[in-house]
């Protein structure tokens, strides 16, 4: 994985998370506001570090500096920005076009394993 890909893990997890629960909110008409959960922000950045370990970096110092740095920073904005409310709208509009790019990244990425372990 590039470091590029790898720096947008956390974000693009979030905003999965967020969609869903957007959708969820206007489909059930119960909330019309999704509340930017530091436990979704967190659950972003432990995803970034259990596939932080395949990233290709490109210096020695960034597997350590860099990486957890990076994590912990994002940890700490998911805490601060815990009390924000976004219109459940918007969280549905960005979060499900991501998910869906996420599902089909998953798809792709099983059927090229699947046809290099037919080839030996």
Do not use: H, K, N
């Not at 959960?37 to 395949?54: D, I």
């Not at 912990?72 to 991501?98: K, N, R, S």
Request: aromatic share 10%; proline share 5%.
């Amino acid at each position: 994985m590039s470091l590029r890909v790898w720096l947008a893990v956390p974000f693009l997890f979030s905003f999965a998370v967020f969609g869903l629960m957007g959708s969820a909110g206007l489909i059930t008409a119960s909330w019309t506001t999704v509340p930017l959960s530091p436990a979704v922000c967190g659950a972003g950045v432990a995803v970034a570090a259990a596939v932080s370990s395949g990233v290709r970096w490109s210096r020695p110092w960034q597997r350590v500096w860099l990486r957890w740095s990076y994590l912990g920073g994002l940890l700490a904005l998911g805490v601060l920005v815990g009390a924000v409310e976004v219109p459940a709208l918007a969280t549905t509009v960005v979060g499900i076009p991501v998910l869906l790019g996420l599902v089909f990244q998953c798809l792709v990425q099983t059927d090229e394993s699947r046809s290099a372990s037919d080839c030996r």
